[in-house]
């Protein structure tokens, strides 16, 4: 595979670093997001019909957790390694300290910076432009991806989930997950199950660890082992 970094990659030592670090706290995300799964299925006061509401928005949370801690990962993985890519991947860059707006500037823009070196410019400048990120569907995963190197193309299961995740928690955050009824004065929330739930941190999990095997030159590809403490995927 071809990856789009210069030759000026980053050491193993560092993303080796990276990949510890980054476990753990991937790990401590998704962890955080099952655990209001477990407390949904304790036993628990139902209504005749169905949950109460204000128990199913315990899945709710779990949904929003769960997108968050995916898009932390690929905020994270980017920040690591697009100050590493090449012209194309940066293009879209804004210099750090500029209004926000990836476009040519004046060298006078860089007279702040005199004391840095590029990659120390550079690692200020992607850290600045993901401040605000977001990944709102697969394909834009895909892409931002692809621009450092990692191709998850062509894992169209683990990729079709993590779209309905990615749906459903738009529905939650932007709308309250709630239906309008016809006829009916007042809203329903959309039934939610945790076994639904359990299926997305799982395959958030199991993005995350193909992720990781993909990243450039790393003692964990060599090896052919996994990164210790990874995610479990259960």
Do not use: C
Request: no cysteine; charged share 25%.
């Amino acid at each position: 595979m071809t990856h789009a970094m210069t030759p000026n990659q980053p050491s193993n030592k560092m993303v080796s670093a990276f990949i510890e670090r980054q476990v753990n706290r991937t790990s401590q995300n998704l962890k955080r997001a099952k655990n209001l799964v477990t407390v949904y299925q304790q036993p628990r006061r139902v209504s005749q019909d169905r949950d109460f509401v204000y128990q199913t928005d315990l899945l709710r949370a779990a949904v929003v957790f769960t997108h968050a801690s995916l898009e932390d990962f690929i905020r994270s993985v980017r920040r690591a390694f697009l100050p590493w890519a090449n012209e194309d991947a940066l293009e879209a860059v804004p210099l750090a300290g500029t209004d926000g707006r990836a476009e040519k500037f004046s060298l006078g823009k860089l007279a702040k910076h005199r004391d840095k070196t590029v990659q120390q410019l550079l690692d200020e400048s992607v850290e600045q432009h993901l401040e605000q990120s977001t990944y709102n569907n697969p394909n834009e995963i895909v892409g931002v991806l692809k621009a450092i190197g990692i191709d998850v193309r062509g894992e169209d299961t683990m990729l079709r989930e993590l779209g309905a995740m990615i749906k459903r928690r738009h529905a939650i955050v932007h709308r309250a997950d709630s239906l309008e009824i016809k006829g009916k004065q007042t809203l329903q929330a959309t039934s939610l199950e945790p076994e639904t739930v359990l299926k997305w941190i799982q395959a958030t999990s199991m993005f995350v660890l193909f992720v990781f095997g993909r990243l450039p030159v790393t003692r964990y590809r060599r090896t052919g082992s996994k990164p210790p403490n990874a995610p479990d995927p259960n």
